[in-house]
């Protein structure tokens, strides 16, 4: 297929897509299916090899979010039943970060409800990232604590956190229609502000709110823009007591095409499989593994995955390696600039989790134009995180 060719060949070169190629991969069939992650995983080998990165999220502060947006648990007026605490402390935290790490995980992401952290807040985070780093002086710590005021992300960098998270989620002319209480230049501003302080910026999207085609490829667009080291991609996990509780709008093979078209366009960044893999792509899951090179390991934040040791299997099985911690996640051009001044010159997008606080949750009510016919709804594969972090019980990792 020419468009395929085409594709790899400017993937190889870190050259930008057209909108009308994006669209068109995710345009193509089921036939063509095996043909578009062949094409992808040859852009995703060549930059990353078989290597596949393990992040761990660690929920810090569970529920009573006051922003509205439409696709998260923890949302306001959100009747999921999920786990509420406030603040882990810092030794607690650490103790749930220290699961992640014993099953591979080389990143920690150190997540929070709310619409962004007071000033005491960096202060309670700070001091869990020292706690962290002090049992594991190698392991990456993203933050992700909603939208950040002057300041705030230097003093996070200054603690010693690696990444700061902040998802764009959805295009810029639906976002609207997901969230009221924030805008999306809200979001880009954090993004920014992530950056200039020299953090590694995480940024990406949540699929199956209901959106086009045309919006998807509008958000992947904007992530390259932006130039985030590292993108997640997530698929609604649509929650009971959410508005978009009956949004199932994703098959497997939607979610394949998705994250091809994502690899296209932003070849040599993180591409990350995060929330839904388990209830959106279930038994196609080690494909994606040749599109994405980083995945989470064990649960998310309010919802369970599969068993982290499955995880392992299912890499080891697909012909993959988990990502050492002395291994440099990045190409060299990535890396080098990330250790600069934080300006990430070059080429691709990125980023980390989904929703409001930027983690694991679900949807927005996007346009509909494009969506493909709704999948069989699959709730039973939707389980409410009742372990790990915020409870007695062990975690999954």
Sequence with gaps: MDLLNTLVDKGLRREMPTREEALAVLATSDDDLLDVVTAAGKVRRHWFGRRVKLNYLVNLKSG????DCSYCSQRLGSKADILKYTWLKPDEASQAAAAGLAGGAKRVCLVASGRGPTDRDVDRVSETIKAIKE???????CACLGLLSD???????????DAYNHNLNTSESTYGDITTTHTYADRVDTVRKAHAAGLSACSGLIAGMGESDEDLVDVVFSLRELDPDSVPVNFLIPFEG???AKEWNLTPQRCLR?????????????????????????SMQPLALHLANSIFLGDYLTSEGQAGKADLEMIADAGFEVEGAGEVTLPAHRADAAHGCGSHAEGGCGSHTEGGCGSHAGGGVCGTAGAPAAAEPRTDLVAVRRRGAGTDLAPNA
């Design 64 to 67: 009573l979010c006051p922003e």
């Design 135 to 141: 049992q594991n002086e190698e392991v990456e710590v």
């Design 151 to 161: 300041g705030q992300a230097e003093r996070l960098r200054a603690a010693g956190a």
């Design 242 to 244: 959410t508005p978009l």
């Design 258 to 282: 998705i994250l091809a078209m994502v690899r296209f366009v932003c070849p040599d960044v993180e591409v990350r499989i995060a929330g839904g893999r388990e209830v959106h792509l279930r």
